[in-house]
């Protein structure tokens, strides 16, 4: 049995976010918040209370026990784009892309 949780319009780049999945993925979820409450990076935050929502959907909704569940997946993909304009030499235009990310947690119980 698995649960999931998913934050939406994040303005952050998902990049940013992604290199940060990669250290928690496969993880018990105890020592994957550990690793993000010590993270100073801005995605950590966002994928740290998302993880939460996550292990609360799983003791909530689906009884299951918190001492067995693991990460099995975080990503975090594209959202749309804001998308700007700043001015450039001769009169041209330089466009700005102010990225989104949708970032998500599924916590999995362990056999």
């Not at 996550?54 to 997946?73: G, M, P």
């Amino acid at each position: 049995m698995e649960a999931k949780a998913v934050a939406k319009y994040i303005r952050i780049s998902p990049l940013k976010v992604n290199f940060i999945c990669n250290e928690i993925r496969g993880k018990q979820v105890d020592e994957a918040l550990t690793i993000l409450r010590f993270t100073p990076k801005k995605g950590a935050r966002e994928l740290e209370k998302v993880l939460n929502s996550a292990i609360a959907n799983a003791e909530n909704n689906f009884n299951l026990d918190r001492d067995n569940l693991y990460v099995k997946e975080a990503y975090a993909n594209d959202g749309p784009q804001l998308k700007r304009w700043r001015p450039r030499a001769r009169g041209m235009a330089y466009p700005i892309l102010k990225r989104t990310s949708h970032i998500g947690v599924v916590v999995k119980e362990r056999e």
